[in-house]
């Protein structure tokens, strides 16, 4: 049987969310022998067979899908529904809308994409790298207990909250230490106002000690660095997935994350601890920028917001769990990780996505 030709509209060898997604998928594909998969060329002299469309680094709404060709939009707005012009084209141009999460598929629909068009097709984790088997990363700290964020430092992730939740729970006299592992090179999440509290927090010398990360770890070193680590901390306002709350729980450090959103569809109280989360529903009607100096027209924004307090009151109390309760979460959530979330099953259910697309006859 021939192989169908599926090009990928997006990087899929870059270092930013989107392309290492795409490279799993891309892998995973070409393993089969199904697919022949190429990187899209709107100059190319014949046209593939399917198209995938996962680029942030484009205009989503200027982009025009070769015609005739069966393809897929995958798109993240992770502030609420989904901007008005994404949900026409969808509906228009593209067959398939993929959406990481059952919230993101909750805010297409709100936004008008068309119901029929919409799949969850989740991330993924590789359990031969993310298991709590494994060399651990070698902190600068001779403290007991260790707090980890990992991820962006901006309004988005919640890190300012993280910030002064930590003020607020520690000082210098406990026996605890937060690292935060971002990379300031990453053009999608920078945010000055958080990197000067950061630096406020570091220079106060009545503060619990904090470790700045900074630099793209590979996943080897990455994994290494969530078994080095107790507990996990993820404070978000808005996600679409939140890949290392899942690669921390197959490493086997259980996180704080919000009752609310993305994580909802890996996160249990066996496997993480809750803290408090209050939804925020705004109308908005107005241009936002949705991606690297993109606007476009959103008319609502909808995320959570966690309590400074709240967050605090959560951090002492996994710092006080006993090693037994966490141990219990620890092996809960690598259950959950290796069980139902590897990377070979994600590109399960990206085949079975495909294998449903077909040439339009009139329309997709």
């Given at each position: 049987?021939r192989?169908?030709?599926?090009a990928f509209?997006?990087?899929?060898?870059?270092?930013?969310?989107?392309?290492?997604?795409?490279?799993?998928?891309?892998a995973?594909?070409?393993?089969?022998g199904e697919?022949?998969?190429?990187?899209y060329?709107s100059?190319?002299?014949?046209?593939p067979d399917?198209?995938?469309?996962?680029d942030?680094?484009?205009?989503?709404?200027a982009?025009?899908?070769p015609?005739?060709?069966?393809s897929?939009a995958?798109?993240t707005?992770?502030f609420?529904?989904?901007?008005r012009?994404?949900?026409?084209t969808?509906n228009?141009?593209y067959g398939?809308?993929?959406?990481?999460?059952?919230?993101?598929a909750?805010?297409?629909r709100?936004?008008?994409v068309?119901?029929?068009r919409?799949r969850?097709v989740?991330?993924?984790?590789?359990?031969?790298?993310?298991?709590?088997?494994?060399?651990?990363y070698d902190?600068?700290t001779?403290?007991?207990l260790?707090?980890?964020?990992?991820?962006?430092m901006?309004?988005?992730k919640g890190?300012?909250?993280l910030?002064a939740a930590w003020?607020?729970?520690f000082?210098?006299?406990d026996d605890?230490?937060?690292?935060?592992?971002?990379?300031?090179k990453d053009?999608?999440?920078?945010?000055?106002?958080?990197?000067?509290?950061?630096?406020a927090l570091?220079?106060?010398?009545?503060a619990?000690?904090?470790?700045?990360?900074?630099g793209?770890?590979?996943e080897?070193e990455?994994?290494a660095?969530?078994r080095?680590?107790?507990?996990?901390?993820?404070?978000y306002r808005?996600?679409?997935?939140?890949?290392?709350?899942?690669?921390?729980?197959?490493?086997?450090?259980?996180?704080i994350?919000?009752r609310?959103?993305?994580?909802?569809d890996f996160?249990s109280e066996e496997?993480?601890?809750?803290?408090?989360?209050?939804r925020?529903r705004i109308?908005v009607?107005?241009?936002?920028?949705?991606?690297?100096g993109?606007?476009d027209?959103?008319?609502?924004?909808?995320?959570?917001?966690v309590?400074i307090?709240?967050?605090?009151?959560?951090?002492?109390?996994?710092?006080?769990?006993?090693e037994r309760?966490?141990?219990e979460?620890?092996?809960?959530g690598?259950?959950?990780?290796?069980?139902?979330?590897?990377w070979d099953?994600a590109?399960g259910?990206?085949?079975?996505c495909?294998?449903?697309l077909r040439p339009?006859?009139g329309?997709?």
């Amino acid at each position: 049987m021939r192989q169908r030709v599926l090009a990928f509209q997006g990087s899929r060898t870059g270092r930013s969310a989107f392309a290492l997604v795409n490279a799993r998928w891309s892998a995973g594909l070409s393993a089969t022998g199904e697919y022949s998969i190429i990187d899209y060329d709107s100059g190319a002299p014949t046209r593939p067979d399917l198209l995938i469309h996962h680029d942030f680094e484009s205009h989503f709404s200027a982009f025009q899908p070769p015609q005739g060709t069966p393809s897929v939009a995958v798109r993240t707005w992770d502030f609420g529904p989904l901007p008005r012009a994404w949900a026409d084209t969808i509906n228009a141009e593209y067959g398939q809308y993929w959406a990481h999460t059952q919230w993101i598929a909750q805010q297409a629909r709100a936004a008008g994409v068309d119901p029929e068009r919409i799949r969850v097709v989740p991330h993924g984790i590789d359990p031969q790298v993310f298991s709590p088997e494994g060399p651990r990363y070698d902190l600068p700290t001779k403290r007991k207990l260790a707090f980890l964020f990992v991820g962006g430092m901006s309004f988005r992730k919640g890190t300012d909250t993280l910030l002064a939740a930590w003020r607020k729970a520690f000082t210098a006299s406990d026996d605890v230490v937060l690292v935060l592992k971002d990379h300031s090179k990453d053009l999608f999440y920078w945010d000055d106002t958080v990197r000067r509290a950061l630096a406020a927090l570091e220079a106060d010398p009545g503060a619990a000690e904090v470790i700045h990360i900074d630099g793209f770890l590979p996943e080897q070193e990455l994994a290494a660095l969530y078994r080095a680590c107790d507990v996990a901390v993820f404070p978000y306002r808005a996600e679409g997935f939140c890949i290392p709350i899942l690669e921390c729980m197959a490493s086997g450090t259980p996180a704080i994350v919000p009752r609310f959103g993305a994580c909802l569809d890996f996160c249990s109280e066996e496997t993480s601890y809750f803290t408090e989360a209050k939804r925020i529903r705004i109308p908005v009607h107005r241009r936002l920028t949705v991606a690297l100096g993109f606007t476009d027209e959103v008319d609502e924004v909808d995320f959570c917001e966690v309590p400074i307090d709240a967050l605090a009151d959560r951090l002492r109390e996994a710092a006080s769990d006993s090693e037994r309760a966490r141990a219990e979460r620890s092996a809960a959530g690598v259950r959950v990780a290796h069980d139902q979330f590897t990377w070979d099953q994600a590109v399960g259910v990206v085949r079975r996505c495909l294998a449903e697309l077909r040439p339009p006859t009139g329309r997709i």
